[in-house]
């Protein structure tokens, strides 16, 4: 309730009014010759003064009446809150075909009841997984964990090519936070068209830092995992910048315009990487075995231990929660198995689960078939591994169904830290800010401006 500021001015000034130097003297002058031509005794009151008190009376006692009103309504409100939660449910005999449906909402209006208390403390972990046209639902399927998280939004894809052109999913946007100029371009801003030849580099000032750059900059660890092939758009807008998404192994200069894969293994986002996981299937002979020539080259230059996986049921080995670093580069019919990208998950835990904290993201390529089920047990084992630090930990499930078209929109359902940030409709570059801001990270990496965001919120 807004306060009331009451002027409580005599009949001998207008209401509301000030007097200025001298107007204040002609007053004194005129109520002094007043005095003086008067014949009325001096003990008699000056006209108006009973009338003043009269009136500062009723004012006061309005204003605690007000008062009084203002505290009765806020107990009734907070009453009415406590009431509603414990409202009567009366018992009904029904019939076991309509039992079965009110036992069941009963226990989702109680669930309801428990999503009161915000998460507002920082995520230590994050745990993102993409799943877009991809992992459609079988029927007889039970429902996946993820519909029974606490908070969900929908997000909207924007990315166009022109008068025309689908709609669809842009990696960049979602990875990195900002709109790209064409969906051919990877890990650049809109300043950079795509290009077939490489005479003129994109300027460096246009690259776009990604979720897992912005993790790695202050200290946590990093991984990307995938049931299809790591340098495609999706994961290679994690570690990756070219004007041409379809250098993958090659490019016009390698110099200039490194493909995707050699910025996996040597670029600064991608050399960082703690876990790296999926399929790469080289053109040339022996590509895959070069890969992980170079990669355990690195390590062992940093002195650093590691585990290359050559086999997916190595990554389940719990000898991973000792390694810094894990790679498994695998055939495409091994991770097309059930199971593999709830091992590829496991198994990158495994390596990241650490004090420090870290960004993990898990992606389900749509070019290889996998069920809603198999999703459902990859999320349901992270939430079992990170199970004794799920208050510190925020767990992201990205869906869309390939079914709804190019522009459908996808669905968020996340639990833990900051979950409650998604509440509506969001763009397609909202996801990689309400990651910064839930891990802090990025441009949320300073204390100061988050503390001074979450006073105002």
Not at 408 to 428: I, K
């Given at each position: 309730m807004t306060r009331e500021e009451f002027n409580f001015a005599t009949s001998d000034t207008a209401a509301g009014s000030s007097y200025s130097g001298p107007e204040w003297r002609r007053q004194l002058d005129g109520e002094r010759e007043t005095v003086n031509n008067s014949r009325r005794p001096p003990s008699q009151k000056p006209p108006g003064v009973g009338c003043s008190a009269l009136c500062v009376g009723v004012l006061v006692a309005v204003v605690v009446i007000i008062v009084l009103l203002c505290i009765s309504l806020i107990v009734v409100y907070e009453n009415e809150g406590q009431v509603v939660a414990k409202v009567d449910l009366y018992d009904v005999e029904?019939?076991?075909?309509?039992?079965?449906?009110?036992?069941?909402?009963?226990?989702?209006?109680?669930?309801?009841?428990?999503?009161?208390?915000?998460?507002?403390?920082?995520?230590?972990?994050?745990?993102?997984?993409?799943a877009l046209d991809s992992a459609a639902a079988s029927p007889g399927d039970p429902r996946p964990v993820w519909e029974s998280f606490p908070h969900l939004a929908l997000l909207r894809p924007t990315t166009s090519d022109g008068a025309g052109a689908s709609v669809?999913?842009?990696?960049?946007?979602?990875?990195?936070?900002?709109?790209?100029?064409?969906?051919?371009?990877?890990?650049?801003?809109?300043?950079?068209?795509?290009?077939?030849?490489?005479?003129?580099?994109?300027?460096s000032t246009h690259r776009a830092a990604s979720i897992l750059q912005w993790a790695q900059a202050v200290g946590r660890l990093t991984g990307v995992v995938t049931n299809g092939e790591l340098v495609q758009p999706t994961p290679a807008a994690l570690y990756a910048h070219t004007p041409n998404s379809s250098w993958l192994y090659?490019?016009?200069?390698?110099?200039?315009?490194?493909?995707?894969?050699?910025?996996?293994?040597?670029?600064?986002?991608?050399?960082?990487?703690?876990?790296?996981?999926?399929?790469?299937?080289?053109?040339?002979?022996?590509?895959?075995?070069?890969?992980?020539?170079?990669?355990?080259?690195?390590?062992?230059?940093?002195?650093?231990?590691?585990?290359?996986?050559?086999?997916?049921?190595?990554?389940?080995?719990?000898?991973?929660?000792?390694?810094?670093?894990?790679?498994?580069?695998?055939?495409?019919?091994?991770?097309?198995?059930?199971?593999?990208?709830?091992?590829?998950?496991v198994g990158a835990l495994h390596v990241l689960d650490r004090p420090e904290g870290f960004v993990l993201v898990a992606i389900a390529d749509p070019s290889?078939?996998?069920?809603?089920?198999?999703?459902?047990?990859?999320?349901?084992?992270?939430?079992?591994?990170?199970?004794?630090?799920?208050?510190?930990?925020?767990?992201?499930?990205?869906?869309?169904?390939?079914?709804?078209?190019?522009?459908?929109?996808?669905?968020?359902?996340?639990?833990?830290?900051?979950?409650?940030?998604?509440?509506?409709?969001?763009?397609?570059?909202?996801?990689?800010?309400?990651?910064?801001?839930?891990?802090?990270?990025?441009?949320?990496?300073?204390?100061?401006?988050?503390?001074?965001?979450?006073?105002?919120?």
């Open positions: 029904l019939p076991a075909e309509q039992t079965v449906w009110f036992e069941a909402n009963l226990a989702e209006l109680r669930n309801a009841f428990r999503v009161v208390d915000e998460n507002k403390k920082r995520a230590k972990n994050v745990v993102l997984f993409i669809s999913f842009n990696p960049t946007a979602m990875f990195c936070g900002i709109e790209p100029r064409h969906r051919h371009t990877v890990g650049f801003d809109s300043a950079v068209s795509p290009s077939d030849d490489c005479n003129e580099p994109p300027n090659a490019g016009p200069d390698g110099q200039q315009c490194p493909d995707v894969r050699t910025q996996l293994l040597y670029g600064e986002t991608g050399r960082a990487l703690n876990v790296i996981a999926g399929t790469l299937p080289c053109p040339e002979e022996f590509c895959r075995e070069a890969f992980e020539s170079a990669w355990e080259g690195e390590r062992l230059d940093a002195d650093t231990s590691y585990k290359l996986a050559t086999e997916l049921k190595e990554l389940l080995d719990p000898a991973l929660d000792e390694r810094e670093y894990a790679l498994g580069l695998f055939e495409r019919q091994t991770l097309a198995q059930p199971n593999a990208f709830h091992d590829l998950t290889v078939p996998i069920g809603a089920a198999e999703v459902d047990a990859a999320v349901k084992a992270t939430l079992r591994k990170l199970s004794t630090v799920l208050d510190d930990s925020l767990i992201v499930v990205v869906r869309s169904d390939a079914r709804e078209g190019d522009a459908a929109f996808a669905t968020v359902h996340a639990t833990g830290p900051m979950s409650h940030l998604l509440h509506r409709v969001h763009d397609q570059t909202f996801l990689a800010h309400f990651i910064s801001y839930a891990a802090r990270i990025g441009r949320f990496r300073d204390a100061d401006l988050t503390n001074f965001i979450l006073q105002m919120v």
